[in-house]
């Protein structure tokens, strides 16, 4: 379906397509400035260009994507220590963003920190990925992979659910695949249960709860059915991402402080604001008074700029 809705778009609006195999335009960027003069900073570069490769080059589902339908998306890995095995901790930044239909803009679907990243690695060690051996035969080794693959599948989860409602249910299964499975290990954290109530683990819980159903209604209604509409029929592709609100409040409501809620409103602001700066003053009141609610780090932007 995804990939249907995307070749109408391209056939009505003359894009060019070229046939490729791999889903993702991805980037992986790694800081070592807070790492000592004295740490091999070659070996980061080294691995860098193997992570874009790993990233860039796997096979991530059995669908054809066109080099306009790859999805756009960065990784950070922010190292922060290292100790003389190779060790290394560090936090992991994830973006990735859709494209809205008849515009240039790129909607965010992840801005998401993970500050739970700990892994081993020597210099030109293979970097690879076994879904059915997540956890393979050196935790630390494989948990940077399987942390990476773990977001990849989240991304391809929430781009598909765009598209077409429940289209990322396979990947969401992916993700909680290697979370089921996930690198067991001395330091390593963000799989668990236990290990927070922020994390890998609680955020694909969230996603494949029947509790949280409805967020996948809430992502086809905010993007598919609002932001691609928002140049042809503003009106309709407003009340559906009004829509999206509700459904968003009641999920609030019904699970206070969950995962799930926050994580989708994160670098939403400007957007939220833009959509309904447009909008009646009934409306502007509703959507101000839940996004104030929800969206609480910018409950004050929401009340000046929506009044």
């Given amino acids: 379906m995804r990939n249907s ?5 391209c056939l009505l609006t003359g894009v060019s397509m070229s046939l490729t195999a791999q889903e993702l335009q991805a980037r992986i960027s790694i800081n070592t400035s807070r790492l000592s003069s004295q740490s091999d900073k ?8 193997a992570l874009n490769n790993f990233l860039n080059n796997r096979k991530w589902t059995n669908e054809t994507f066109e080099t306009n339908e790859k999805i756009v998306c960065n990784f950070l890995l922010n190292i922060s220590e290292a100790d003389d095995g190779n060790i290394y901790k560090a936090s992991l930044t994830v973006q990735a963003a859709r494209p ?42 494989s948990n940077l992979t399987a942390l990476l693959a773990y977001y990849v599948y989240m991304v391809l989860a ?11 249910d ?31 683990y609680w955020l694909i819980e969230n996603f494949t709860n029947a509790r949280f159903a409805q967020i996948h209604d809430a992502l086809y209604n905010y993007y598919r059915l609002g932001l691609d509409y928002m140049y042809d029929k503003e009106a309709d592709a407003r009340n559906s991402i009004m829509n999206t609100l509700s459904i968003m409040n009641t999920m609030n409501n019904d699970n206070p402080n969950s995962m799930i809620v926050q994580f989708f409103f994160v670098g939403k602001a400007t957007e939220m604001i833009n959509i309904f700066k447009k909008a009646t003053p009934e409306e ?24």
Avoid: C
Wanted: charged fraction near 25%.
């Fill in 5 to 9: 809705i995307i070749l109408v778009i």
């Fill in 42 to 49: 070659k070996a980061f570069q080294t691995l860098q260009q």
């Fill in 100 to 141: 809205i239909y008849n515009a240039s803009y790129q909607s965010p679907l992840i801005n998401f920190l993970d500050e739970a990243v700990i892994f081993h690695y020597v210099e030109y060690q293979p970097v690879d990925f076994n879904e059915n051996r997540v956890s393979g035969t050196d935790p630390l080794a």
């Fill in 158 to 168: 929430m781009d598909f659910d765009s598209f077409s409602l429940k289209g990322g």
């Fill in 170 to 200: 396979p990947y969401f299964q992916k993700a909680l695949q290697i979370v089921n499975n996930a690198p067991e290990g001395r330091d390593v954290t963000g799989w668990k249960s236990f290990d927070g109530l922020r994390n890998r």
């Fill in 284 to 307: 502007k009141q509703r959507a101000r008074d839940i996004l104030s609610k929800i969206d609480i780090s910018n409950a004050n932007l929401y009340k000046q700029e929506l009044k």
